[in-house]
């Protein structure tokens, strides 16, 4: 995985984090309380500012009744079609 990838991983999976939380119209707080984790923290992870560890990944999962590969899933769904989205792109403007 290169470093742009994983960026775009740690993003990505920010992005399922917030969608998820969104489709429960919960708070970010709600979220962190259901999860036993600090509110900012639980912003930082939504951002891409930080990765979530495995235990963390896992206490989101569970928060939001899923699981950590389905988040992972989702994130790395996001990824593909992003990727896909910037390759036609480029092959448009070429």
């Given at each position: 995985m290169t470093t742009d990838t994983g960026a775009?991983?740690?993003m990505n999976m920010?992005?399922?984090?917030?969608r998820q939380?969104?489709?429960?119209?919960?708070?970010?707080?709600?979220?962190a309380e259901a999860a036993n984790l600090n509110r900012s923290y639980?912003?930082?992870l939504e951002r891409?500012?930080?990765i979530p560890s495995?235990?963390?990944l896992l206490k989101l999962a569970r928060a939001l009744g899923?699981?950590?590969?389905?988040?992972?899933?989702?994130?790395?769904?996001?990824?593909r079609t992003q990727t896909a989205r910037r390759l036609l792109l480029t092959s448009i403007a070429c």
């Open positions: 775009l991983l740690v920010g992005l399922t984090l917030r939380r969104d489709a429960r119209r919960w708070s970010q707080e709600r979220l639980v912003g930082e891409g500012e930080a495995l235990l963390t899923t699981t950590p590969s389905l988040l992972l899933q989702e994130a790395e769904a996001q990824e």
